[in-house]
């Protein structure tokens, strides 16, 4: 296995013990597919890239990530866990980033999504596995499966908080999660990401800088490729330790909390990833 510097080193398919004529093939099918929309894609083997493609699109554009964002969190809540800013993924986040009490009633999401009492119990790890209940108030703490974003964007507030990166009621005054994001994980890895901070259309009254105002990824398709490398190979990058590895395996797979305490048609996620370590055949 080895690790690009600033660029991929790069190789055939068949150098790499794959058939370039069927990877031929996979990339017309899905440029058909595709149809006029912008698409991309990159092949890495045992960290060689063996096929890039590019329509609509170049290998400089930034894509924006959408819900990967989470995954970069969960990655985030590992590293700080690891570096005992945050103590264990089962403390509560009340007890780190007691901000996101403030967003009760009407003054939350909207009338449907808000914080209540329940929301004190809430833990790092609830809130990676989506299973948290944050700011649904008809949902029990860790009972249920519910993907959203809500706790997401505040976990990685909390985070940020203890490295000194964020501070919710003057947030303009701090570098803020992009920043922390960039020199725990991007940095090291060798990408160009960047980011902008995102707020979904909420009222007026609505706390953003307390549930919401996230770093949106901003990513290249190598940029991607990259992070894949990463998560795929445990967290560790050209022999250092980016994730622990013992973290990124569990972000993997179900955790036994889930199934403790969720239907088995709903396990399927882990720490900020989709799995299918439960599924047989």
Known sequence: MIFPGAEWTRCQPEEAGMDGAALAQARDWVLHQAGAEPHSAVVVRHGRLVAEWYQGTTTDTQHPMASVCKSVFCSMLGIAVAEDRIHSLDDRLVDYYPEFLECTGERGANAKQFVTDKDRAVTFRQIAAQISGYMEPKE???????????????????????????????????????????????????????????????????????????????????????????????????????????????????????????????????YGLWVNDTVSG
Not at 203 to 223: C, G, Q, R, V
Request: charged share 20%; proline share 8%.
């Open 140 to 270: 029990p703490t860790g009972k249920l499966f519910h993907y959203q974003t809500f706790g997401m964007a505040t976990m990685m507030h909390a985070i940020a908080k203890q490295y000194g990166y964020y501070d919710a009621q003057h947030p303009e005054l701090k570098a803020a999660d992009g920043e922390l994001i960039a020199k725990k994980l991007r940095d090291p890895i060798g990408a160009t990401w960047g980011w902008r901070y995102m707020n979904f259309k909420f009222p007026a009254t609505a706390k953003n800088e307390i549930f919401m105002n996230y770093p949106h990824l901003l990513m290249t398709t190598p940029d991607m490729a990259r992070l894949g490398h990463l998560w795929l190979n445990e967290g560790q990058w050209n022999g250092c330790s980016v994730i622990p590895k013992k973290f990124q395996r569990a972000a993997v797979r179900v955790p036994e909390i889930t199934k403790a305490s969720v239907p088995p048609e709903d396990w399927k996620y882990g």
